[in-house]
């Protein structure tokens, strides 16, 4: 079910599936975490969290980071 909804996901989508969540992404953020997201579907899981945090780290900004970490803890 997760997988097919990563296939399908869009930013406007996540932008929105966030803000649910209470957090907020700008369009231009979602633009870069939706591919990773999608690139990394399959490894997307609570014992993964640490490593892609880290990959994800180097490809966003500092604010960026913060909100994925704020999601996170409350997705996971």
Do not use: D
Not at 21 to 33: C, D, H, N, R, S
């Amino acid at each position: 079910m997760y997988s097919m909804l990563i296939s399908t996901l869009t930013p406007e989508m996540a932008v929105k599936l966030a803000k649910k969540y209470g957090v907020t992404f700008t369009l231009e953020e979602a633009k870069i975490i939706v591919p990773f997201i999608k690139a990394h579907k399959n490894e997307l899981k609570k014992e993964n969290k640490n490593r892609l945090l880290a990959e994800g780290k180097k490809i966003v900004s500092p604010e960026t980071y913060r909100k994925v970490e704020q999601l996170l803890g409350k997705v996971l």
